[in-house]
Structures are given as C-alpha cells and as structure tokens.
C-alpha cells in the first residue's frame, strides 16, 4: 500500500459523497479555485516524485539531499523549486508515519505558496495538509479540514502526478474519517489517471488500494478481481 495507516484507523485507505464542502470563515484560501493545467515540476523534483512509487526509500533519499542542497544561505529566501521538494519530503516521510512538528512544516509550505501564489503548489500543500494530520493520528481533524477546505476542487485540473498523488492521499484521509464511499470515490479517480495516461505502476497501485476498500466494504469477489489486477498490470 502507498501509505502505512496510524493506529485506530480501519483499514489502510478508504470514503458518502465528497462533493469538496464550504470554506470556513476566515480561512486563507489559494489564489485560485484551480491549479494550471501543468504545475511548474522541475525536472529533479519530478524524478524524485516519479521514483517514490518504484524506490521509496532512495526517493526519500533525494529528497533529503536536494532539500539540503537547496538550502538558502543565512538571509536569503529559498528558491522556489526547495518549497517543492520539501513538500514532497513530508509527503513521503507521511507514508511512514508523520508527527505534528510535520504538520507544522507543510503548514509552513503551504502558507509560502499562498504568499506567492502558486495555485499547483497550493493544491498540493493543501492536500499533505490534510494528509499529514491523518498520518498523524489527526485523523477527525485531516477529513473534517478537507471537506471544509475544498481541497479535491484543484484535482480536476491537475497534472497526472499531482492529480493522482492527490486523490491517493485523500483516500487515505477519507478513510481515517470513516467516509468510506467518499474513499472509493477517490481510489476510482486515482485509477483513472494512471489509466488515462497509461502508467502501469501508478495503475497498480490503484488497484491494490481499490481491492482494500472493496475488502472493507465486504465486497470480497471485487476485492479479489482488484488483487489480481493489480499483479497482472504490476
């Protein structure tokens, strides 16, 4: 599975129709209601995301490297590229299992890219927001916040690997909300990007986790097929 689920969650992903919710007052919002259609992915950052679901320790790895090296001197802002990676450093330290001194750390990122207005960059942060308090433990607070905030809103018109990246951690963050309809929404929108875009291993692992939801749900003949599926694309 593509996360390690926090103890007391049933399941490892799962969610009652997510139609995004209302923003709560006073919330700081992104720039826009949605990204471009092609985030500004620096080739190294997309390397990094692409290797995670090969190789994730190694992604992990880089991440650490390129966020040190990227690292600003004393006074100087950091480039924009490093509030990517260190984003996306979080994002799989989550998988793992995050703590509230993460949650503070993408809180961070997010607030920078609502300064600069980085509407991709929002999207994402917005989401790890979410996802990060679920691996946390956070797991009432992480769905409640991604209702509230709308946070599925930007996915639609994402790129491949922000959009299934997305929809796979809300998955999660569903699932930790015990909204396990809203959680097979998700897990069949992660599946269709990696299908739309023919990526066999993104593919796979959607499948995997779609198999784990049917299993949740007592669907154990849909829970089967998604298992098998997911070997035979794998």
């Not at 009652?16 to 700081?28: E, V």
């Not at 092609?38 to 966020?67: C, F, G, I, K, N």
């Not at 809300?170 to 990526?199: E, I, N, S, T, Y």
């Amino acid at each position: 599975m593509h996360r390690r689920r926090p103890q007391g969650s049933r399941g490892r992903y799962a969610g009652a129709d997510f139609a995004g919710g209302r923003s709560g007052r006073g919330l700081r919002r992104c720039p826009s209601p949605r990204p471009p259609a092609a985030p500004e992915l620096w080739p190294t950052v997309q390397a990094v995301w692409d290797l995670r679901y090969r190789d994730l320790d190694s992604a992990m790895a880089q991440a650490a490297h390129w966020v040190q090296a990227w690292a600003p001197a004393p006074g100087q802002a950091p480039p924009p590229v490093w509030w990517w990676m260190r984003g996306l450093r979080l994002d799989m330290k989550g998988i793992q299992g995050s703590t509230d001194a993460d949650v503070q750390a993408i809180d961070e990122v997010l607030a920078h890219f609502q300064r600069s207005g980085d509407a991709a960059g929002c999207a994402y942060a917005e989401i790890l927001a979410c996802s990060l308090r679920w691996s946390a433990g956070r797991m009432e607070e992480a769905w409640a916040r991604a209702q509230a905030r709308g946070v599925s809103h930007p996915l639609d018109a994402a790129a491949p690997a922000l959009a299934f990246s997305g929809w796979t951690a809300l998955l999660c963050v569903a699932m930790g909300g015990k909204a396990l309809d809203a959680a097979l929404q998700f897990g069949f929108r992660a599946a269709a990007v990696a299908r739309q875009h023919r990526d066999r291993t993104r593919l796979a692992l959607a499948n995997n986790n779609l198999a784990f939801l049917h299993f949740n749900h007592g669907n154990y003949p849909a829970a089967l097929a998604g298992f098998q599926e997911s070997l035979q694309v794998a």
